[in-house]
Each structure stands twice: as structure tokens, then as C-alpha cells.
């Protein structure tokens, strides 16, 4: 075997290794949808991060008090947790892709929701770099076969090579990260959480009565409340409470997109002792009913 010149230096050294990753990348939600004019989503934020790019006509979004008008190629990153509309104010309509995704880092989500630019304008570097790989899996969707898992693999390619854009962007504006310890303990607060709400559980048989109390997840970690909840504010950038509402929103739109269950059904299976009390919140959460959401939403945005 031929050593190329440039990897000679390497063959003294006795071994060199690169570091291990295990990170959990979600790509869901993946559509392209065309609506018309008039078309709006109620104000309302996610866990997950939102990617959207314009195919045609012009989108406006107004997110953290800051409205952006989207044209064609135009490429928007809305972070977790930032509340933001989005409608179409134009005769023609509008065209847009968008995909959700997740990644399973608090230091690296922290650094992206913090420092990562929001808008990619079309024509800049970084847009054509991201827009490259979204516009491929638009012509996936164009497919008549099924998937395969070759596929799926490149799907999955697809999202870490955006991500790592995203990255390289982020890192050149970050000024401060927490420590890894702070880190540490913040996910294992969030891994808490999400455990004890079980979505298998939830869709099998539903949450009942049970209590999510930070108090308790404090404990089983031997740490105090007040240091629990000031980490996971500090990389999550919302309470533990929110993050277990927004857990909870996010089921119940998931819930509410399969018109086989009744509204009650799904408030029994979210632990909620009733349809109005579980009403009333969705409505704080969305601005609107469930059954308004179920009717006027529900069939357009689906995977929201």
C-alpha cells in the first residue's frame, strides 16, 4: 500500500484516535405543502428545530418580535422554543418545504439555539450549501416507489451535512458555553422528563393521573431543585415546566391529527381530568380550541 506524502508524519506516532460520537439526529416531519392566500399558522413554538425553505411565492413569519418576508430560495432556521406565526399574504400563494429536526447534544443544541444565524438569504453561500441538500429531499418526495433504506441513510446524511453548516456558523459566534458539567446534569434532567412521559404509554393507555415533579427528578440525581432548575434553564433556555408543556403540545397536535380519536379520548390519554380543563390549556398553549385547531389547522399543517 501507497502512504500518501501527506500522512507520512502520522506513521511515527503510535496510535491516534478520533473521538466517539453517540448522538441521537431525529429527521421528522419532512413536507412540501401549497397553500393560498390567507393562509396562517396560529403563534406556537416546538422542541424541535424548524427548517423552511420558500419553492414559490413569498411566506411571511414573524418570530421573537422580528417579521421576515420569504421569497423564493429563501431558507429560514427557527430554533426550540421561539414562538413565531407563519401566513401567506400573497394572491399567487406559496410553495414551501420544511423539515423538523433534533439533536440529542445540549452543548451543541445550546450553541445553535443561541449563536446559529435564523436567515439563510438566497443567493449567499451557506443558503446554496443548505438549499443543495433540502432540494434533494424534495425530489424524494416526488418518488412513486417506497422508501428504501439506502434512502432513508441518505436522508439522514443529508441533515448532518446541514448541520455541520449550521455549526461552523454557530461556533464562530459563540462567546460562552456552559460547562460540562452543567450540561451533564441538564440532560439527564431532560432524559428524566421525557421518560416519565412516555408516549408509548401514552398512546397505549394514556398518562392518567401521574405527576411530573422536578422535586423528585432533583433527587434521584442527588442535586437540589434550585440548581436543577437553573441548569436546565441555562442550556435549554426554558423551565422544565415549559419544556414538559411543550412535550405535551406536542403530543396533543400529534393526537389530534387522527380524527379516529374523540377530543375527550385524547384529554384522558394527556391525564388531563377533563376535555374542558384539557381545552382550556390547549387554547393558553395555541390561542384557539382543540377542535378549532382539529378543523382549521389541523388538515394543512399536518405535521406541526
Known amino acids: 500500500m501507497i502512504i500518501p506524502e501527506q500522512y507520512r508524519s502520522y506513521l511515527s506516532r503510535e496510535s491516534r484516535w478520533l473521538p466517539a460520537t453517540d448522538w441521537n439526529v431525529k429527521l421528522f416531519g ?15 413554538s416546538h422542541l424541535a428545530f424548524e427548517l423552511i425553505l420558500i419553492l414559490e411565492g413569498v411566506q411571511t413569519t414573524s418570530m421573537e418580535n422580528i417579521h421576515y418576508e420569504l421569497h423564493q430560495g429563501d431558507i429560514l ?19 414551501y418545504f420544511i ?21 439563510f438569504p438566497n443567493g ?23 422508501y428504501t433504506t439506502p434512502d432513508l441513510f441518505r436522508m439522514q446524511a443529508g441533515l448532518l451535512e446541514i448541520l455541520a453548516v449550521l455549526a461552523e456558523r454557530s461556533s464562530s459566534r459563540a462567546k460562552e458555553a456552559v460547562s460540562p458539567t452543567v450540561a451533564h446534569y441538564a ?3 431532560a432524559e428524566a422528563i421525557k421518560s416519565q412521559f412516555n408516549v408509548d404509554h401514552i398512546r397505549d393507555g394514556g398518562l392518567g393521573e401521574k405527576v411530573i415533579r ?6 434521584s440525581l442527588q442535586i437540589s431543585t434550585g440548581y436543577a432548575l437553573e441548569t436546565f434553564q441555562k442550556v435549554y433556555g426554558i423551565s422544565p415546566r415549559k419544556y414538559l408543556s411543550e412535550l405535551k403540545l406536542h403530543e396533543a397536535k400529534q393526537l389530534i391529527h387522527q380524527p379516529d380519536l374523540s377530543l375527550t379520548r385524547i384529554a384522558t390519554m394527556l391525564g388531563y381530568s377533563s376535555l374542558a380543563h384539557f381545552s382550556r390549556q390547549f387554547r393558553r398553549w395555541t390561542g384557539m380550541s382543540p377542535s378549532e385547531y382539529r378543523q382549521t389547522v389541523g388538515g394543512i399543517h ?3
Do not use: Y
Request: include cysteine; glycine fraction near 4%.
Open 30 to 44: 419532512a413536507h412540501m405543502q401549497q397553500v393560498k392566500q390567507g393562509w396562517r399558522v396560529p403563534t406556537e
Open 77 to 95: 432556521l427557527i430554533p426550540p422554543g421561539c414562538r413565531h406565526t407563519n401566513e401567506c399574504n400573497q394572491e399567487q400563494g406559496l410553495t
Open 99 to 119: 423539515a423538523h429536526f433534533n439533536v440529542d447534544e445540549v452543548l451543541f443544541r445550546q450553541e445553535m439555539s443561541q449563536h446559529v444565524q435564523w436567515l
Open 124 to 146: 449567499s453561500e451557506d443558503n446554496q450549501r443548505i438549499k443543495d441538500i433540502m432540494l434533494k429531499w424534495v425530489e424524494l418526495l416526488n418518488r412513486n416507489e417506497e
Open 187 to 189: 440532560k439527564l434532567i
Open 214 to 219: 422536578i422535586e423528585e427528578i432533583a433527587s
Open 302 to 304: 399536518f405535521f406541526e
